[in-house]
Each structure stands twice: as C-alpha cells, then as structure tokens.
C-alpha cells in the first residue's frame, strides 16, 4: 500500500511541477526586473491610480482585479489597496457591479457611479471602467519575513549595515479554508495559492548564496533570486512530508557585508491549476493521465525555447534603444551649453539696466538742484523788480524838485543796493540753472548713448531664446519653421494643434496599421497554400463522399498509403478533385478565405500589447509635448512684454534728451544775461554814491536813471513771468524725473529676476543632462538585465529539458498504482483554486480574475 501511495505521489509532483512551470515564464521576468534598483523600488506605489487618458479597449466582459499590499521590511501590512477593472466587451451603457471596497473612486475616466450599500451601477456608456478602493479585509495569505544573523534572530533595524552569515526566511500563513465534500465527508481545505517571492542581490555585499525552495541565476554584479511555496497544499493533500514534502517557505541564505536589501516583490494567485483538466485524473486511465501530464511538459519545454528565442531578439534591438539615449544625453547637453549663453547675456542686460539706474538717480538729482536754482532765480528776480520798483519811486520824487534831493538820493542809493543784491541774486541762481541744465543733459546724454546697447542686448537675449527653442524643438523630431520675435507664437501654436492628441493617435494608428498589414502581406504565400490546402481537403471528402466513400481526407490518406484503395479510384477521385479546384467558385472561395484569414491576422495584431504601447507611447509623449511649447510660448510671451517696454523706454530717454539740449543753451543764455545785469546793478550803485555827493550831474543823472528806472522796471516784470514760466516747466521735469528713477528700479528688478530665472534654467538644463547622462548609463544597465533576462530563460529552458527527460519519463515509468483518495483531494484542491476568483466582491454573473501583489520596504544603510 505505501509502495502504491508512493508511486501516486509522483503524479501528483507532475500535477504540481506543470503548473508551476506554466506561470514560471512570466513570473521569471517579474524577477529579471530587479535589475534595476530604481525600477525594482518604485514597481509598486502607494497607490495604483494613473492620470492617462487612454485606455484598453476589451473584447470581453469580465472583472479583472489586482491587490496591492505595501509592507514593511518584516512582512507586516501597512496598507492595502485593491483596483479592479470591468471590462465591457459588450459596450453596455451601465455596468453592474458588487464590492466591499470603501472610498471607491474612478481612475481613468470620468464616468460616474450611484450605489445602494454594495451594489453598484456604473454609467460606462460602452466604455470600461477602472476604479480603486481600499478595505480592511483580511487577507488570504500573510507574509512573514524573519532575519538571521550568525544564528540570531534580529529586526530589520539591527541587521542594517551589519555584516556576516545571514539567513533571510519568508513564511507564508494560508488564511482561506472552504469545506467541500471528499468521498461523501465535510472537509476542510485551504485555497490553493501559489506565492512567487522576487528579489535582487548585490554581488558585493552577498556571497555563497543559498536558496531553499527556489532558483538563482548570477550574472556576475547580481543574483536574482526567484522563490516558489504552495501554503496548504500539504495539508490538502494529506501527504507525509517523509514521502513528499510541498514548499511552504522560502528561504536565502549568504554571507553578507555591510547588509542592505531592495525591495522585495511577492506575487500570490490561485491561477496557477486553471488550465489543468482534472476530468483527466481518474482510476480507470492511469497511464493515459501520466500520458497527458508528459505531454504538456513538452510542451512547456517548447515554449521555454521560444521565451528564449523572443529574449534573445530584445537583447538584439536594445542597442536602439541605447543609440536614442545617447542621442537624448548629446541633446541636452547642448540645452546646457545654449542656457549658459542665456545666463552670460542676462548678466550683459543686468549690468545696462544697473547702469541705466544709476543715471536716471543722476538725473533726478540735477532736476532737483535745477528746480531749487530757478526758485532762487525767482525769489532774486522778484527782489529785481521790487527794487526796480523803488528805483522808479526814487528817480520820479527826485525829478519832483531839488529839496528832496538829497533824501532821494539817499533812497536811490538804498534801491541801488537792493537792485546790486537782487541782481547778485539773479546771477547766483541762474548759474545754478545753468549748471543743473548742463548736469541734466550730461545725465540725459549718458543714458541715451546706452540706449542702442540695451536693445541690442535684450535682442541678442531674446533671439537667444529663439534659437534654443528652435533647436530643442527640432532635436525633439520636430518640425518647426525658423522662429523670429514677430513668427515665433504663431509658428508655436501651428506646433501645439499639430501635437492634438486625436491627430497624433489617428496617425500613429495609421502607420502601425500599415506595418501590420505589410507584415501579414510578406506571408500572402504561405497563408494562400494553407487556405488551398484546407480547401483542397473538404473538396476532397466531398468528392469520396459523392463516390460513396463515407471518410475524412486524412482517413482516406492513410487508405491510400496504406494500399486499401485501387490506383483507379485514386485516378479518378484525383481528376474530380483537380476539376473542381479548377472552377471559378472554388477560386473565388480560396481567395476569400486567404483575405479572411489576412484580414484577422491583421486584426489580430492591431490589438496586441506591443501595438497598443507604441501607439499610446506616441499620444503620451505628444501631450508632453505640447504642455512644453505652452509653457514655452507663455516664457516667450513674458520676455517680449518686457522687450517692448524697453524699446519704448529707450525712445523717450533720446527724446528727452534731445530737449535737454535746447534746455542747456537757454540756461547758458539765460546766465549771460544776468552778469550783465548785475554788473550794470554794481554801476549803478557806484553811481548813487556819487549822486549823494553831487548837485546838477546827479540830477541829470536821476533823469537818465528815471528813463532807466521805467525801462528795467517793464524789464523784471517780463523777467519774473517768465521765471515762473521756467520754474513750472522744471518742476514737471522733476516729477519725470522721478517717474523714470521708479521705471529703471522696477527695471532693475525685473532684470534680476530674468537673471535669476535664466540661473534656474541653467541649473535645471544641468539637471536635465545629469539626468540624461544617468538614463545613457541606465540603459546599458538594462542590456545586461535584459542579457542575464535572457541567459536566465536559457537556464530555464535546459533545464526544463533536462526535466523533461530526467524526472517526468522515469515518473512515468514508475507509476503503475492508484489511491483514489488522494486523486479526490487533488481534484477538490484545482477546484478552490478555479472558484476563487474575486477579494473585494463581484457579481455572481461575473467571470473574474484576482492576483495579490505584496511589496516590501527596503533596508537601506544610509537610514541610519
């Protein structure tokens, strides 16, 4: 009886060894993708919502579902987050639909939902619908990590940084049992889950690794390791570990140095027997059973052989990959170059507007001193004309009569004085007019010969600009027309309709389409023989069925080799057929077939992954696109206000400095003619001395002086207008002045801030070819993941050979018993597996899928 139970616990090792088999080649990709430490880390987020706007169209309908569980470093739960997909083959207008989920909200779409508790209905207008949730649900399957370090049990915390022998072991807990009914009894049994653990090991700091339960393939910088454990199948089957033990653990161990660990990925389903017929195993058919099971490893091991084949042409084509992003590191590496040019003629343009600063202070402070003169000028002119006033009060007493004379004189000489001080006063303020005129044209002249630099400059910044745009833009693969300071929005906008999401998927459809289809029409040949040759076939049992011959064309094959049918039968069966294959109808029916056939093979294509990414790729990085150049025409946009700020600016300092000119001579005349008068003043001072000395010559002196009087009265009042005149108009020029000392401070702040923006362009294009530099890196970093991907389904592929001719044939060779028991158990064991089908709930009329995915923190040293 052992003997027997022995030799049926080697099928069930072929039931166990095909399905795991089956999943393996996926699951080892998962594994290949520790590769890379950033990909491997940032695999699974804190949350699986996506902000495309495309999404995959379904042929049928159903519930697709994937937990996530975020993990720390010992395997305990941190979060847990379910996304479900309903796909609407049937492009139902609402979706019906059960969960359990809470805070359930749509993550590819905007179609809206309403809700009685569980129950769901889903407004999908013919469209499928992705959504997310979260729940606090127990989960099938717990994980728990455990670390050891030479021999001692330690935290996550402790064994960080640390060095030595080190055992790392995952234990997983089944938590979903079912009763189901075995030989007529209640009994209870787990859920069957497969849970594969992944991860990457740093052939620095680990060596003589060690895997219990599981695979490692070593590339030289690496080892990837890939373990499998089946939590519940023993007990399931009730199976001595003595006679055969099924994995429930994985375990690594090495000697490690200064220990770290990247993150580990597990993945658990119950899909893993789905394709396993267990109508197969039965009592009466042993041998047939055994048959079946052999039959399906080769057919693994074929298809190992052709996951190697696939990998070998990736490994092939990723030296495009690695020429695109050597061109992308070049490309950026010229932004860098351009943005310094940038920086160097914000710098230029900084140093003209500090200048420009400066003499617009200037200037402010000679339209001060200016003004400040021409109220001296005023104030003297007025005492000018009070005086003139007396003098003429003075010279008309004195010509009233000699009695007075003296005491006239006497006044005259005081009017004289105060007409020498007043016209002291004159002279005085219109040199400070001068001087302040002078000054003022100076400051003017300084800041117009800057003019034609600073337009220059904010030129030279603004083609600049232009041309880095220009040249990113092409480099990019773009098409653009040379951009002036008056094409360049409308030139970008033409660009940004040309990256309209809808063109852009119309386009790249089109071109995959005309791949496709060129592809298909390479093997016109070989699909219209094959066509021919099933044609041929049911003409022929047409043929033998009209002749009274009642069998198959491979039957009536076989007769014919076999010599079971006349050589004149076979002439005549042989002209019938050929006569037939000649008419027009059954032509007409191979052509329409072979078109048929392309046309599904086109089709076929259309909808495959690989089509479907490029042709989403091409959407995505157009969208991306088009967000740069807005944001590049918005940058454009706010440097050519300032442009044409400046230029207007520039224009009115000329101006006014043209006016300054004019300004400077008046003041120059104007200062001449008041030394003049206070010379003639300090004269008649002299003269009114004398006159108080003097009899007849100071009368007749008075006489002239009365005539002179009136005149130089008539004189400073004209003068005093006019002064006033002149200081109203000097008086604006200050509040310009002013003005203009405000314009060029805001300018100097506007220029620092273009400065410091151009400074972070700088520094981001540095970033950016930094960047660039490490994906160039990357990518042979992915050629030797994608190598040892590669060597690792070679590996894989002999060695399913080798277990294909090793251990399954002498299995079959061994096994000539049977317990149907066990066999029932089995049986019940790939029907839990083939009935759990959902975690957050889903209707009993709903086909569906679920696979768990539990992502575990890393240990980092550098977190210490």
């Known amino acids: 009886m052992k003997e027997i139970r022995k030799k049926i616990i080697k099928i069930v090792s072929i039931v166990l060894a ?70 609407n083959g049937s492009h139902n207008a609402t979706i019906e639909d059960e969960t359990s989920l809470k805070d359930v909200k749509n993550v590819k779409g905007n179609e809206s939902f309403t809700n009685s508790g569980e129950n769901y209905k889903w407004a999908a207008e013919g469209s499928d619908i992705y959504y ?122 090495a000697d490690v ?33 055994i048959k079946e099971f052999t039959d399906a490893v080769d057919q693994l091991s074929d298809g190992s052989s052709q996951l190697y084949d696939g990998l070998v042409t990736l490994f092939e084509k990723s030296g ?9 590191a070049d490309g950026a590496g010229t932004l860098y170059d351009g943005t310094g040019t940038l920086v160097n003629g914000t710098n230029d343009l900084k140093s003209g507007a500090d200048e420009l600063n400066v003499g617009a202070v200037k200037l402010k402070d000679g339209t001060v001193s200016l003004v400040a003169g021409i109220k001296d000028l005023k104030t003297g002119a007025e005492a000018l004309d009070s005086g003139a006033g007396k003098l003429k009060e003075g010279t008309s007493a004195l010509a009233g009569g000699a009695n007075d004379l003296i005491k006239g004189a006497d006044k005259l000489n005081s009017g004289a004085s105060s007409l020498d001080s007043g016209a002291s006063q004159v002279e005085n303020g219109a040199g400070q007019v001068s001087a302040g005129a002078s000054e003022l044209n100076e400051g003017l002249g300084e800041l117009s010969s800057n003019s034609e630099q600073l337009n220059a400059g904010a030129k030279q910044v603004f083609d600049t600009l232009l041309s880095t745009a220009e040249t990113q833009i092409k480099a990019s693969g773009l098409t653009v027309s040379k951009l002036t300071i008056k094409n360049y929005k409308t030139e970008l906008n033409k660009l940004v309709d040309s990256l309209d999401k809808d063109k852009v998927y119309t386009l790249a459809y089109n071109t995959a389409l005309k791949t496709v289809t060129a592809e298909v029409e390479k093997n016109n040949d070989a699909i219209t023989a094959g066509v021919t040759k099933a044609v041929q076939a049911k003409v022929l049992e047409g043929v033998l069925k009209a002749a009274g011959f009642n069998m198959t064309a491979e039957q009536y094959n076989a007769a014919v080799k076999a010599g079971q049918i ?30 048929a056939q392309k046309k599904q093979l086109i089709e076929q294509n259309m909808k495959s992954e690989k089509v479907t990414k490029q042709i989403n790729e091409a959407v995505a990085k157009a969208k991306a696109g088009q967000t740069t150049i807005k944001n590049l025409i918005a940058q454009l946009d706010s440097y050519n206000q300032f442009y044409t700020g400046l230029t207007q600016y520039t224009a009115g300092v000329d101006s006014a400095y ?56 008539d004189g400073t009042a004209s003068l005093v207008a006019g002064i006033g005149t002149l200081y109203d108009g000097a008086t604006q020029l200050d509040n310009g002045a002013g003005q203009l000392k405000d314009g060029t401070t805001s300018l100097v702040a506007g220029v620092g801030t273009l400065h410091s923006g ?9 970033d950016l070819k930094d960047g660039a530099d490490k994906l160039n890196d990357g990518v042979a970093t992915l050629i030797d993941g994608v190598k040892q991907l590669r060597d690792g389904a070679k590996e894989l592929n002999d060695g399913m050979d080798e277990f294909n001719e090793k251990a399954v044939k002498k299995i079959v060779d061994a096994v000539d018993g049977d317990i149907a028991g066990l066999i029932d158990k089995l049986k019940a064991t790939v029907a839990l597996g083939k009935d759990y089908d959902t975690f957050g709930g889903k209707s009993d009329k709903t086909e569906g899928t679920v696979k768990f995915i539990y992502r575990t923190e890393s240990i980092s040293a550098d977190d210490e």
């Open 18 to 87: 095909a399905a795991m088999i089956g999943t393996s080649s996926g699951l080892l990709a998962f594994a290949a993708q520790g590769g890379n430490d950033n990909n491997t880390s940032s695999s699974v987020s804190d949350s699986t919502e996506t902000s495309s706007d495309e999404k995959s169209s379904s042929d049928t309908d159903g519930k697709e579902e994937t937990v996530y569980i975020i993990s720390n470093a010992d395997g305990t739960t941190k979060k847990v987050i379910v996304s479900d997909w309903l796909k």
């Open 132 to 253: 997310q949730g979260t729940t606090d649900k127990t989960l099938p399957v717990d994980m728990k990590i455990t670390y050891t370090l030479d021999g001692k049990t330690v935290t996550p915390d402790e064994i960080k940084g640390k060095s030595g022998k080190v055992t790392i072991r995952f234990d997983y807990t089944n938590n979903e049992k079912r009763t189901v009914k075995i030989d007529g009894k209640d009994t209870q049994m787990y859920v069957p889950f497969l849970m594969v653990t992944g991860t990457v090991l740093d052939n620095e700091k680990f060596s003589n690794v060690k895997v219990t339960n599981g695979k490692l393939v070593n590339d030289g910088d690496r080892s990837a390791v890939l373990g499998f454990a089946l939590p519940g199948m023993q007990e399931n089957l009730g199976l001595d570990k003595d006679d055969y033990e099924i994995p429930s653990y994985v375990e690594i161990s």
């Open 658 to 713: 043209d006016g300054s000119k004019t300004l400077s001579a008046g003041a120059t005349q104007l200062y001449s003619g008041t030394k003049n008068l206070h010379s003639g003043a300090t004269q008649l001072k002299s003269g009114t001395q004398q006159l108080t000395s003097g009899g007849s010559t100071l009368i007749a002196g008075v006489n002239q002086l009365d005539k002179g009087a009136s005149d130089l009265k």
């Open 758 to 766: 151009a400074l972070q362009l700088h520094d981001g294009a540095g």
């Open 320 to 328: 495009e990959l690695a020429d695109g992003t050597k061109q992308l």
């Open 566 to 595: 006349p050589e004149a039968v076979q002439a005549k069966v042989t002209a019938a057929v050929s006569a037939q294959m000649a008419t027009d109808a059954v032509k007409a029916q191979i052509s329409t077939n072979v078109e």
């Open 257 to 289: 140095k200064d220990f770290e660990l990247m993150t580990c990925m597990t993945v658990g389903t119950t899909e893993l027997f789905n394709e396993v017929d267990t109508d197969k195993l039965n009592m009466d058919d042993i041998d047939g059973t």
